[in-house]
């Protein structure tokens, strides 16, 4: 479990997070929503060092990490893995190596038993047949497959999805919504979900976060959004270009 409790964080004189208390279940697909600039990646760089709150705590399984330094969270890199918006994969490599790389790094094994590795996971996101292409030879829904399977090398119990689906065509977008979903169910990780898709939003997810001018608007799973009467609710579940929430 994780929970952050109050979290705020101001950039000179916006405050971004006003008091933010979240909580994330383990097995569960949470996903955090809002309006650009609500707030939605900030709170999750937070959990893994890469932005330090203003104040406020944050408890992985019941150890406070709120003034872990660097080094700190090496270990909880390892436990709690982030796929970024852009793959971010090595052009000169082929996928098989991407994914190798960071087994050989953390494990200190050889580059034969990291390849071998490497394809458990690429079968996981049913990549392995496209084991020894470059990413330039892909599309990128299939790049983003792999950066999934990047992030399984370690065998973490949560990962973070920063904005997984946005740029994809919308085929590709549901493919990488299922494989969220499937690699959930068969692996039992915890899914943090940073998004603004609709689609995906009411997909997969089993909880949803809405942040609204720097706090907690809603917490509930898609049936109380969907049934919700709050007029910024409404406008962002309906996708209306008109209502309260400010641009």
């Known amino acids: 479990m994780i929970e952050f409790i ?4 101001a950039f000179g004189g916006n405050r971004v997070l006003d008091g933010v208390s979240v909580s994330v279940q383990k097995g569960q697909i949470l996903f955090i929503i809002g309006k650009s600039g609500a707030g939605k990646s900030v709170l999750v760089k937070h959990l893994v060092g890469l932005l330090r709150q203003d104040s406020g705590q944050i408890l992985f399984e019941g150890t406070d990490i709120s ?4 080094k700190d969270f090496y270990e909880m890199r390892k436990r709690c893995a982030m796929v970024f918006q852009h793959s971010t994969l090595f052009d000169s490599m082929t996928l098989a190596e ?10 200190g094994v050889s580059r034969t038993e990291a390849l071998t590795l490497a394809m458990d996971k690429l079968r996981l996101v049913h990549m ?3 084991a020894d292409r470059v990413p330039g030879e892909i599309g990128d829904g299939l790049r983003k497959r792999v950066a999934i399977a990047r992030a399984l090398t370690l065998d973490p119990a949560y990962v973070i999805f920063d904005e997984p689906t946005t740029g994809l065509d ?27 898709d609709l689609r995906s939003i009411f997909g997969i997810a089993d909880r949803i976060v809405m942040l609204y ?5 809603l917490d509930g799973p898609p049936a109380d959004f969907r049934g919700s009467q709050d007029p910024v609710v409404r406008q962002f579940v309906n996708g209306l270009a008109e ?5």
């Open 128 to 130: 392995d047949h496209m």
């Open 243 to 247: 209502g309260p929430m400010e641009l």
């Open 67 to 70: 003034n872990y330094r660097e």
């Open 6 to 9: 109050e979290i705020t964080k």
């Open 213 to 217: 001018q720097g706090k907690v608007l």
């Open 170 to 196: 919308p085929v590709s977008a549901i493919r990488v919504d299922r494989l969220i979903r499937e690699m959930s169910d068969r692996t039992g990780v915890t899914s943090i979900v940073v998004s603004h």
């Open 98 to 107: 991407n994914v190798a790389l960071p087994i050989r790094k953390h494990r």
